[in-house]
């Protein structure tokens, strides 16, 4: 299954990418890159850059995170945001 969670997650950053379903009040996105997806089993770790400007300030943000998410049955069911995709992999147990 892991294989499986790996493309389920994939597929929905792709989605976001294409469409840019995103709603976000703060600043405006430029873009997400996905720079890597790891597998954890039942958990796949997407550590993930954005960028943008800020809507009030017009100042660029350039954020560097990570998204843990957990798969039930191939589906997404639970996902944490970690500042530090270091912390997400050890949360993960990928340390």
């Keep these: ?3 499986e969670n790996l493309e389920t997650i994939r597929r929905g950053y792709e989605h976001f990418t294409e469409t ?3 709603n976000v ?3 405006a996105p430029d873009g997400l890159e996905v720079e890597g ?3 954890a089993g039942e958990k796949v770790v997407a550590v993930l850059r954005q ?3 800020s809507k009030a300030t017009g100042l ?3 954020m560097h995170f990570a998204q843990v998410w957990t798969l039930r049955a191939g589906r997404q069911a639970r996902m944490e945001m970690y500042a530090d995709p270091v912390e997400a992999l050890a949360a993960a147990g990928l340390a």
Excluded: C, I, K, Q
């Design 60 to 62: 660029p943000v350039d």
């Design 20 to 22: 840019g379903e995103l």
């Design 51 to 53: 960028r943008g400007r």
């Design 1 to 3: 299954m892991s294989a």
């Design 25 to 27: 009040e703060l600043y």
């Design 37 to 39: 997806l790891h597998d």
